[in-house]
Each structure stands twice: as structure tokens, then as C-alpha cells.
């Protein structure tokens, strides 16, 4: 089976669900979550199944720059959906169907760079893993910081829209980002402390600026969440370092492959 068919179906659900879910917030209506919900899954099966006939090659994964973007975006959209079903963050979700509309149409169309199978034991494997979830939780803080952001704006000017006129209110908001930030951190904890294990030549496997990176992201969502606890960030401070946080991991992880697959060639 080719991955086209699954790759724009799956783009349509997700512009259908963007679109449907546009709607509603215009009309200010909360709309049928069930539906949203469903239209979601449903896109991200099919999203899941492209990815797996895009990635394997018989010899290993291929987990190039569009399609590694492909698959963090689909873990942020499992993870997104998978909080809905216990907390109102389905609002995240207008911003997340885009991405995964995006991602998996460039994943499908956009030419592949030098990069090799992945074929290393199951530690390595576990370290993939552990990165991509943490990427994935730490997205999702990010979006949830850019609708506290909105949110606190259109409160401050006394002209909230249809979508803030649904949202929680601003406290809630707020607790859930740093719910978001607490699990992102801890994901990236154990992603560092992997690699650490099972890694064993950073400047051989061209990981070391990718490390580096991630630590000083590390410690930026580790200074804002001591912040937090013990000072009471929040509002544009706490975003401000939020949004710091998270270019140091996307550069870290998105700019060596960048730079590794379409610059260097290697």
C-alpha cells in the first residue's frame, strides 16, 4: 500500500475538523466535542498509518527532517486528544489540526535528505521515543502558552473573541500549562538521562551541538518552574521563558537535522 491515499485523507479530516471547529467558535458555540473528537482520531490514524509505510524501508526507520516533524506533530495531537477526555484543552486543538494538516502533506511531497536507517538496539529506540513525547508535551505547552497569551491580551482590552469567550477561565488556563510544563520537563529528563546511558560517542554520531542544546533547554523549563514554585511566575514572564525553552529544544533537534541532512550531507 502507497502512503498517499492515507496521507490525504488524513490531511482533509484535519482541515475538516479545523474548519468545523472554526465555525462553531464563530457562532460561539462549543459544537459537538464527540465529533470533533472523532473526526480527530480518525485523522490520526490515518496520519499514523502514512507515517508507518513512510518510515520503515526494510532495513530500519527513516526518520528524516519532514518526516520526524510528521511524527512529533501526530504525538502532539495523540496527546492533545488523549487530555481532552480529562481536561478542557480542546481548544488546542484549532491549532493542532493545522500542523498536522501541514506536516503530513510536507512528510508525503517534500524531498527526503541524507539520513540513514535507524537500526541501533532497543535503548536507542527508547531514547527516540522518550524525545519525541517530551518534544510533543512541550508543543503543547508552548500552544497553550500562545492562548494564555491571547487570552490575558483580549481580557486586558475588554474584547474577547468567540474562541476566548470558551475557554476556561485564565487561572485554569495557566494551571494547565504548567501541568503541560511539569510532564514536558520530566519527559526531557529522561530523554537526557537515556541518552546518556545508551549514547556512546556524541562527537562520532554528530550529537553533541544537539545535547548541548537540550540541556540549556533543560535548564531554561528548569529555572521556570523553580520560578513558579517559588517566586509565582506567570502572565508574559512565564511565556517569555516558555517560548525561550522551547526554540533552544526545536533548534536542538530540527537545526542540526536541518543542517546534518540538507547543508552537510551527512
Not at 497553550?144 to 468567540?162: F, I, R, Y
Not at 510532564?183 to 560517542?201: C, H, P, R
Not at 512565564?238 to 526554540?247: D, K, N, P, Q, S
Request: hydrophobic share 55%; charged share 10%.
Amino acid at each position: 500500500m502507497q502512503p498517499l491515499l492515507p496521507s490525504l485523507a488524513a490531511a482533509g479530516l484535519y482541515i475538516g475538523a479545523t474548519l468545523y471547529q472554526g465555525l462553531q467558535l464563530r457562532q460561539r458555540s462549543l459544537g459537538n466535542k464527540h465529533l470533533l473528537l472523532f473526526l480527530g482520531v480518525l485523522a490520526l490514524l490515518l496520519h499514523g498509518s502514512s507515517l508507518c509505510l513512510q518510515m520503515y524501508d526494510g532495513n530500519g526507520l527513516v526518520l528524516d527532517f519532514f518526516k520526524a516533524a510528521s511524527l512529533i506533530a501526530a504525538a502532539v495531537i495523540l496527546l492533545t486528544l488523549l487530555a481532552c477526555l480529562r481536561i478542557p484543552v480542546e481548544n488546542l486543538l484549532l491549532l493542532l489540526f493545522p500542523l498536522g494538516f501541514l506536516t503530513v502533506l510536507l512528510a508525503e511531497f517534500m524531498p527526503s535528505g541524507t539520513t540513514r536507517a535507524i537500526t541501533e538496539a532497543p535503548g536507542i529506540l527508547a531514547h527516540i521515543l522518550l524525545s519525541i513525547t517530551a518534544y510533543g508535551m512541550l508543543t503543547i505547552a508552548v500552544f497553550q502558552s500562545l492562548l494564555v497569551l491571547l487570552q490575558d491580551h483580549q481580557l486586558k482590552h475588554k474584547h474577547p473573541s468567540g474562541l476566548i469567550r470558551n475557554f476556561p477561565p485564565l487561572q485554569t488556563m495557566e494551571s494547565l500549562l504548567f501541568g503541560f510544563l511539569w510532564a514536558g520537563w520530566a519527559l526531557l529528563s529522561l530523554s537526557l538521562l537515556s541518552g546518556a546511558l545508551f549514547i556512546e560517542d556524541l562527537l562520532a554520531q554528530h550529537l553533541a551541538h544537539k545535547t548541548i542544546l537540550s540541556l540549556f533547554a533543560w535548564i531554561v523549563f528548569a529555572v521556570l518552574l523553580w520560578g513558579r514554585h517559588q517566586l509565582g511566575w506567570r502572565g508574559h514572564k512565564a511565556i517569555r521563558w516558555t517560548l525561550a525553552g522551547f526554540c533552544l529544544l526545536m533548534l536542538a533537534y530540527f537545526g542540526s537535522k536541518l543542517v546534518r541532512e540538507f547543508i552537510l550531507h551527512i
